[in-house]
Structure formats: structure tokens, C-alpha cells
């Protein structure tokens, strides 16, 4: 069987999200969604994986200044970050803190503990991306 290859097409207000390998066929073939990016909470998710996805999780954060969404790791998964509005930084266990700003990606590694900051004195605004991480063989 392929592998799972889930592709992000546009963060411009709204995420379409959708696969482009084949699904067992016990489980209904997860569909392409349109999901608008608006959120009253700091941490907003919009994917949940499974049975939405194949494994991926999303979700839109917005932190005042000064805050943090808090120390976590995300398990055998990797995560992504697209920086929409502000600045921060990532902080990983044992590590520099990397400092990003609107319009950067920023990934973090599967088994990674880390943090994310809102260093400025704006509104910081990202999407994140949990998704399974597969190694090559």
C-alpha cells in the first residue's frame, strides 16, 4: 500500500486540506475541507485526525503578548508551524530558542519537547500541523 501524503493548498483565510494516496477501504476515504480561521480561544483545532484525516491534526493559535501556548511535545509526530501574524520564538528542550516572525514555517521534530512564544507586543497568529512521522526505508 502507498503511503499517506497529505497536502496543504492554501492558508489564505481558509485550509483545504486533502489526500492523494489511497486509504484502506474499511475506512471511508477522508474528503477535502474548506474550514474558515476564525477562533474565540487562544487554540483553535480544525483537523482532529482520524476518521477526518489520515493522521494529520491542525489548528489555528492566536497569543497575546507575552504568552505561550505552554511546554509539549507531540509525540512520534512532527509538527509544523506557518507564522501568519507577529513574532515569537520556539523553544526546544536543550536548545537555542529560535526566534520567527509572519511569514516563516517553523518545523519542530517528532519526540521534541517545546514551547511556543509571543515575544512581541502584537497579536501572534500560526497554524500548526501534527501529522505522523514516517521514516524512510
Not at 113 to 122: D, G, L, P, Q
Request: proline share 11%.
Amino acid at each position: 500500500m502507498k503511503p499517506f501524503l497529505p497536502t496543504v493548498f492554501a492558508v489564505t483565510g481558509v485550509l483545504l486540506a486533502s489526500t492523494l494516496s489511497p486509504v484502506p477501504s474499511q475506512t471511508p476515504a477522508p474528503q477535502a475541507l474548506t474550514l474558515p480561521l476564525e477562533c474565540a480561544q487562544a487554540d483553535c483545532p480544525l483537523l482532529h485526525g482520524a476518521p477526518q484525516t489520515a493522521g494529520m491534526r491542525s489548528g489555528f493559535v492566536r497569543l497575546k503578548p507575552g504568552e505561550t501556548v505552554g511546554w509539549h511535545t507531540t509525540g512520534k509526530n512532527e509538527e509544523a508551524l506557518v507564522i501568519l501574524h507577529g513574532r515569537g520564538e520556539a523553544r526546544l528542550e536543550g536548545q537555542p530558542a529560535r526566534p520567527f516572525s509572519a511569514l516563516e514555517f517553523v518545523y519542530i521534530p517528532p519526540s521534541t519537547r517545546h514551547n511556543v512564544a509571543n515575544t512581541s507586543h502584537e497579536l501572534l497568529e500560526y497554524v500548526y500541523v501534527v501529522a505522523p512521522a514516517q521514516s524512510e526505508k
